[in-house]
């Protein structure tokens, strides 16, 4: 079999390669692992060495007043969509490496998003076992479910199973992925039957840990929503699904859908009020929200909206941007796969679809004016489905090039690689430096404290295991520093779930199998 490579010196990292073995942990007696594929002795568990903090440097993010803590409140950390957090992440000492299936017998348990209660310092979490969505009280330390709560199924799900294209569902980024929670704690999430609900956790009078649902909005007065069910899997008609919801900065829950549509909700009187893009445009990325209004990216243009004063969306400006002539391998439609990043006070960034090579665009928030457009990765041999990360005048994108998802992935197979930092400078936008990291499909995210970029990698191998790493990189240098075995095998594939930094300076990645967790040790 082929021998892992040495990392090589860089700022943190050991000169010489090091392989250590991972700190035991006891396993809690409620919790299954994620099971291993073929090869997991085979392969190093730990490689590099620990890192030394550097921070990235730039004006912390903005607290929107009607989110929960930067950091800790959404699948993209904040209002900004910024994709960076606030608190250390691990360091790579003497690291602990924790898993937790969230499926049963063959199907899958992918934690696709994870967020923190500030109140019970407890794991919030949406989850996808087969047909079903479901939330998760989770406890951090030993990823055991405290309550659970079943979301309605998605109608792709049904109509992929009756037409056995599964690629129906594996492109649904609808049914409750894009949740947010709001400042008194509560999830906030738009599911698969076109009702935003709102969900508070706490102990019943028997001690029990549940969620309670404490506000329900139908929107299906608004949307259309002639979707498939099990009794009828090819309706006439229109089914429009929700695709993300988030707050504003005066307090109005926003909402847009899969096919344009675009809505607010008064939360104070159930007032809904709608704006539709121009027809054939779809959303299917979250939205950020700044200051001065919402950012919502579709697959021809980059949009920046604000409200009326009685609520109803209306367009700041419109900017298109080269969406390709088609959809290309490591994404899910043909347009940007990014949710849009605010940096700073004065941008917004996303990359495009451009057929030769990305770009990633910069644009001022006023006026939707490209400030900005650097190529990234090789020519015919890029494409992302994940956010920008976005800090100070920093941006990092990842190549997903080559990645459909996990079941067309072949054993020892992965996607092209890539990660490049680009930087807006006061003349335009210059690359900083490209990483040969292979991070098939995560949202990477960045610790600004430990100055880490984290990543989900996986190197092809001729002896096809399948070997998956944490890997962190050093956002100064782009230097890789230390990688930790997760896992080996399919279960272990992320499948487009991001990485999230807990404010207990832990790791959590969703995995096909469930979820799996990073810390440094004692």
Known sequence: MPPFRSLGAGAGALGATAVLALAPIPASAAVTPVPDGPGRGLVPAYVGGPAKPNPLPGRPVPANPFMGPVGMSSMHADSYASDTYPFPGPLGKRPVVRSAAKGGGLL?????????????????????????????????????????????????????VVSGNLDKVLTDTSGGAYYYLDAQDRIVI??????????????????????????????????????????NPWPKGECDPVTGVGPDWTGLIWWATDHGRVG???????????????AGEEVENSFAAAENGVSIVSDHALYQLRAASDGTPKIVWRTPYDRGTARKSGQINQGSGTTPTFLGDRYVAITDNADDRMHVLVLRRDTGKVVCRVPVFGHSRSSTENSLIGYGNSLFVENNYGYKNFLELPPGGSSVGGVSRVDVTASGCRTVWTSPERSPSTVAKVSVPSGLLYLYTKKPRKDLIDAWYLTAVDVQTGKTVYKVLTGTGKWFDNDWAPITVGPDRTVYVGVLGGIVSVRDGS
């Open 190 to 231: 738009a599911d698969a039957a076109h009702h935003v609900r709102r969900f508070a956790h706490g102990k019943d009078a028997k001690g029990k840990w549940r969620f309670t649902v404490t506000d329900d909005w139908d929107l299906n007065p608004y949307v259309p929503h002639a979707c498939a069910s099990w009794t």
């Open 108 to 160: 899958p348990g992918l934690c696709s998003t994870v967020t923190f209660s500030k109140r019970t310092g407890l794991i919030l979490a949406q989850c996808t076992r087969g047909q079903n969505f479901t939330l998760r009280l989770i406890d951090p330390k030993t990823l055991d479910d405290l309550a659970t709560f079943q979301l309605p199924p998605r109608p792709s799900t049904v109509q992929a």
């Open 264 to 278: 607010t909700i008064d939360p104070r009187t159930g007032a809904v009020r709608t704006l539709r893009l121009p």
